[in-house]
Protein backbone atom coordinates (compact mmCIF):
# COMPACT_ATOMS: atom_id res chain seq x y z
CA UNK A 1 0.00 0.00 0.00
CA UNK A 2 3.41 2.26 0.27
CA UNK A 3 3.10 4.88 -2.56
CA UNK A 4 6.28 6.23 -4.22
CA UNK A 5 6.33 10.03 -2.72
CA UNK A 6 8.55 11.36 -5.72
CA UNK A 7 6.41 10.29 -7.90
CA UNK A 8 3.52 11.37 -6.29
CA UNK A 9 5.26 14.73 -5.71
CA UNK A 10 5.90 15.05 -9.35
CA UNK A 11 2.14 14.76 -9.94
CA UNK A 12 1.44 17.60 -7.66
CA UNK A 13 4.35 19.80 -8.13
CA UNK A 14 6.27 22.17 -9.14
CA UNK A 15 3.55 24.47 -9.21
CA UNK A 16 -0.03 24.44 -7.59
CA UNK A 17 -1.56 27.25 -9.91
CA UNK A 18 -4.62 25.84 -11.92
CA UNK A 19 -4.43 25.14 -15.54
CA UNK A 20 -0.81 23.94 -15.55
CA UNK A 21 -0.47 19.96 -17.16
CA UNK A 22 -0.47 18.27 -15.15
CA UNK A 23 -3.06 18.92 -12.53
CA UNK A 24 -2.47 16.80 -9.43
CA UNK A 25 -5.51 14.33 -9.68
CA UNK A 26 -6.62 14.87 -13.23
CA UNK A 27 -6.90 11.85 -15.81
CA UNK A 28 -4.97 12.51 -18.49
CA UNK A 29 -6.73 13.59 -22.42
CA UNK A 30 -8.77 10.24 -23.02
CA UNK A 31 -8.96 9.07 -25.99
CA UNK A 32 -12.64 7.93 -26.13
CA UNK A 33 -15.10 8.78 -23.81
CA UNK A 34 -14.62 6.69 -20.07
CA UNK A 35 -16.72 4.13 -19.37
CA UNK A 36 -19.23 4.45 -16.66
CA UNK A 37 -18.30 4.50 -13.55
CA UNK A 38 -20.96 2.03 -11.10
CA UNK A 39 -19.33 2.84 -8.17
CA UNK A 40 -16.06 4.84 -7.09
CA UNK A 41 -14.04 4.01 -4.43
CA UNK A 42 -13.08 5.51 -1.99
CA UNK A 43 -9.22 6.22 -2.71
CA UNK A 44 -8.85 4.24 -5.88
CA UNK A 45 -10.45 6.46 -8.33
CA UNK A 46 -7.67 8.70 -7.37
CA UNK A 47 -5.05 6.35 -7.94
CA UNK A 48 -6.22 5.22 -10.62
CA UNK A 49 -5.92 8.47 -12.42
CA UNK A 50 -2.55 8.82 -10.58
CA UNK A 51 -1.43 5.21 -11.79
CA UNK A 52 -1.09 3.73 -8.45
CA UNK A 53 -4.40 1.43 -9.44
CA UNK A 54 -1.79 -1.51 -8.42
CA UNK A 55 -1.90 -0.56 -4.90
CA UNK A 56 -5.89 0.39 -3.88
CA UNK A 57 -6.61 1.07 -0.55
CA UNK A 58 -9.19 -0.80 -0.63
CA UNK A 59 -10.44 -3.38 -2.91
CA UNK A 60 -14.48 -2.56 -5.07
CA UNK A 61 -15.44 -5.71 -3.56
CA UNK A 62 -18.22 -3.78 -1.77
CA UNK A 63 -18.25 -1.12 -4.25
CA UNK A 64 -22.10 -2.12 -5.18
CA UNK A 65 -24.10 -2.01 -1.80
CA UNK A 66 -27.48 -1.23 -2.39
CA UNK A 67 -28.09 2.71 -1.55
CA UNK A 68 -29.48 3.67 1.24
CA UNK A 69 -29.01 6.33 4.39
CA UNK A 70 -25.45 6.66 5.81
CA UNK A 71 -26.50 4.53 8.68
CA UNK A 72 -28.20 1.96 6.73
CA UNK A 73 -25.12 1.41 5.08
CA UNK A 74 -22.78 2.08 7.44
CA UNK A 75 -24.86 -0.34 9.76
CA UNK A 76 -23.70 -3.67 7.52
CA UNK A 77 -19.81 -2.07 7.32
CA UNK A 78 -18.21 -3.45 10.42
CA UNK A 79 -20.07 -6.89 10.19
CA UNK A 80 -20.12 -9.87 8.50
CA UNK A 81 -23.15 -11.72 7.68
CA UNK A 82 -24.73 -14.83 7.03
CA UNK A 83 -23.47 -16.07 10.49
CA UNK A 84 -26.12 -17.29 12.93
CA UNK A 85 -24.90 -16.51 16.49
CA UNK A 86 -26.96 -17.80 19.44
CA UNK A 87 -29.52 -15.20 20.69
CA UNK A 88 -30.90 -17.21 23.98
CA UNK A 89 -33.95 -17.18 23.04
CA UNK A 90 -35.08 -20.69 23.12
CA UNK A 91 -32.17 -21.86 21.81
CA UNK A 92 -32.82 -20.19 18.02
CA UNK A 93 -30.83 -18.59 15.87
CA UNK A 94 -31.11 -16.42 13.65
CA UNK A 95 -29.22 -15.43 9.91
CA UNK A 96 -27.91 -11.89 12.02
CA UNK A 97 -24.93 -9.34 11.39
CA UNK A 98 -22.13 -10.18 13.96
CA UNK A 99 -19.03 -8.53 14.49
CA UNK A 100 -16.40 -8.58 12.23
CA UNK A 101 -12.97 -9.75 13.92
CA UNK A 102 -10.88 -6.34 14.88
CA UNK A 103 -8.13 -5.76 13.17
CA UNK A 104 -5.03 -6.74 14.81
CA UNK A 105 -2.95 -3.59 14.09
CA UNK A 106 -6.25 -1.75 15.31
CA UNK A 107 -6.48 -3.76 18.15
CA UNK A 108 -2.91 -3.26 19.04
CA UNK A 109 -3.64 0.47 19.27
CA UNK A 110 -6.39 0.00 21.61
CA UNK A 111 -4.59 -1.82 24.24
CA UNK A 112 -1.74 0.43 24.50
CA UNK A 113 -4.75 3.23 25.14
CA UNK A 114 -5.41 3.43 28.35
CA UNK A 115 -7.90 6.33 28.05
CA UNK A 116 -10.45 4.81 25.77
CA UNK A 117 -13.43 3.90 28.25
CA UNK A 118 -14.33 7.55 28.28
CA UNK A 119 -13.95 7.46 24.58
CA UNK A 120 -17.63 6.40 24.32
CA UNK A 121 -19.32 9.25 25.68
CA UNK A 122 -17.78 11.72 23.42
CA UNK A 123 -20.06 10.41 19.91
CA UNK A 124 -23.08 9.96 22.06
CA UNK A 125 -24.51 12.94 19.74
CA UNK A 126 -23.53 12.09 16.51
CA UNK A 127 -23.59 8.64 16.79
CA UNK A 128 -26.17 8.22 19.17
CA UNK A 129 -27.48 4.59 20.47
CA UNK A 130 -30.72 4.81 18.57
CA UNK A 131 -28.81 5.71 15.64
CA UNK A 132 -29.88 2.25 13.38
CA UNK A 133 -33.46 2.16 15.32
CA UNK A 134 -34.73 2.14 11.66
CA UNK A 135 -33.27 -1.17 10.97
CA UNK A 136 -34.50 -4.93 11.43
CA UNK A 137 -31.54 -5.99 13.31
CA UNK A 138 -32.26 -6.93 17.05
CA UNK A 139 -31.84 -4.06 19.81
CA UNK A 140 -28.68 -6.04 21.22
CA UNK A 141 -27.28 -6.08 17.72
CA UNK A 142 -28.00 -2.07 17.09
CA UNK A 143 -26.38 -0.96 20.20
CA UNK A 144 -23.07 -3.31 20.11
CA UNK A 145 -22.95 -2.18 16.44
CA UNK A 146 -23.13 2.05 17.37
CA UNK A 147 -20.25 0.57 20.18
CA UNK A 148 -18.34 -0.51 17.75
CA UNK A 149 -18.37 2.66 15.37
CA UNK A 150 -17.68 4.92 18.10
CA UNK A 151 -14.80 2.62 18.69
CA UNK A 152 -13.70 2.76 14.97
CA UNK A 153 -14.03 7.08 15.39
CA UNK A 154 -11.61 6.57 18.53
CA UNK A 155 -9.06 4.28 16.58
CA UNK A 156 -8.54 7.73 14.01
CA UNK A 157 -8.61 10.22 16.78
CA UNK A 158 -11.59 11.72 15.28
CA UNK A 159 -13.87 14.36 16.81
CA UNK A 160 -17.65 14.39 17.01
CA UNK A 161 -17.55 17.39 14.45
CA UNK A 162 -15.46 14.99 12.06
CA UNK A 163 -17.81 12.27 12.52
CA UNK A 164 -20.57 14.22 12.43
CA UNK A 165 -19.33 16.24 9.31
CA UNK A 166 -18.47 12.57 7.15
CA UNK A 167 -22.12 10.82 8.54
CA UNK A 168 -24.05 14.04 6.80
CA UNK A 169 -22.20 13.76 4.02
CA UNK A 170 -22.48 10.44 3.46
CA UNK A 171 -26.34 10.67 3.85
CA UNK A 172 -26.07 13.80 0.83
CA UNK A 173 -24.52 10.92 -1.09
CA UNK A 174 -27.37 9.10 -2.04
CA UNK A 175 -25.70 7.73 -5.79
CA UNK A 176 -22.26 7.27 -7.23
CA UNK A 177 -20.79 10.60 -8.09
CA UNK A 178 -21.11 10.84 -12.03
CA UNK A 179 -17.38 11.22 -14.54
CA UNK A 180 -17.37 14.33 -14.30
CA UNK A 181 -17.96 15.18 -10.51
CA UNK A 182 -15.31 12.66 -9.69
CA UNK A 183 -13.28 14.91 -11.62
CA UNK A 184 -14.11 18.22 -10.01
CA UNK A 185 -13.91 16.53 -6.74
CA UNK A 186 -10.41 16.09 -7.68
CA UNK A 187 -9.35 19.10 -8.60
CA UNK A 188 -10.79 20.50 -5.00
CA UNK A 189 -8.87 17.64 -3.53
CA UNK A 190 -5.86 18.81 -4.62
CA UNK A 191 -6.52 22.60 -4.14
CA UNK A 192 -7.38 21.52 -0.38
CA UNK A 193 -4.28 19.30 0.40
CA UNK A 194 -2.04 21.82 -1.09
CA UNK A 195 -3.32 24.83 0.67
CA UNK A 196 -3.30 22.84 3.49
CA UNK A 197 0.04 20.81 3.80
CA UNK A 198 2.64 22.65 1.51
CA UNK A 199 4.82 20.89 0.30
CA UNK A 200 4.20 17.39 2.06
CA UNK A 201 0.63 17.32 0.30
CA UNK A 202 2.05 13.89 -1.84
CA UNK A 203 2.43 12.39 1.75
CA UNK A 204 -0.28 13.36 3.35
CA UNK A 205 -2.79 11.75 0.66
CA UNK A 206 -0.44 9.10 1.31
CA UNK A 207 -0.89 8.07 4.83
CA UNK A 208 -4.38 8.99 4.45
CA UNK A 209 -4.64 5.90 2.38
CA UNK A 210 -2.38 4.30 4.93
CA UNK A 211 -4.91 4.83 7.97
CA UNK A 212 -7.79 3.76 5.91
CA UNK A 213 -5.92 0.39 4.91
CA UNK A 214 -5.48 -0.44 8.27
CA UNK A 215 -9.23 -0.90 9.00
CA UNK A 216 -10.54 -2.50 6.18
CA UNK A 217 -13.98 -2.24 8.06
CA UNK A 218 -13.44 1.96 7.37
CA UNK A 219 -12.43 1.46 3.81
CA UNK A 220 -15.74 -0.21 3.31
CA UNK A 221 -17.91 2.44 4.93
CA UNK A 222 -15.67 5.46 2.93
CA UNK A 223 -16.59 3.22 -0.05
CA UNK A 224 -19.92 3.62 -0.49
CA UNK A 225 -21.30 6.08 -3.05
CA UNK A 226 -17.79 8.03 -3.57
CA UNK A 227 -18.10 9.21 0.25
CA UNK A 228 -14.23 8.54 0.54
CA UNK A 229 -13.60 10.85 -2.79
CA UNK A 230 -15.37 13.68 -1.24
CA UNK A 231 -12.73 16.87 -0.57
CA UNK A 232 -13.78 17.59 2.61
CA UNK A 233 -13.68 13.24 3.50
CA UNK A 234 -10.21 13.50 1.50
CA UNK A 235 -9.00 16.10 4.06
CA UNK A 236 -10.22 14.69 7.24
CA UNK A 237 -8.92 12.05 6.83
CA UNK A 238 -5.22 13.12 5.83
CA UNK A 239 -5.54 15.97 8.54
CA UNK A 240 -6.08 12.80 11.11
CA UNK A 241 -3.59 10.88 9.43
CA UNK A 242 -1.17 13.17 9.70
CA UNK A 243 -1.97 13.96 13.70
CA UNK A 244 -1.19 9.86 13.60
CA UNK A 245 1.60 10.02 12.57
CA UNK A 246 3.02 12.88 14.58
CA UNK A 247 1.87 10.69 17.68
CA UNK A 248 3.70 7.64 16.41
CA UNK A 249 0.68 5.40 15.33
CA UNK A 250 1.03 5.31 12.06
Known amino acids: MSWDDAALAARLYPTMAKGNAPAPFRAAEPQAAPAPVAAPSSYDDMASRMGYKDQPVVSNEFATLAPGSFEERASRMPYEQNQAPDLGDDDQSVDAPVLAPVPDAVQELRDQDNKRGMYQNAFTEVLPDQMLGDSDLPEPTQKAMVAELREMATDVAASP ?36 FGGTASMALADARKLVARDPRLGRILENNGLGSHPKVVLTLARLA ?4 LDGKL
Open 242 to 245: RQAR
Open 161 to 196: ADVDLIRTIGNELQAPPSQAKLTEWSDQTADLLNST
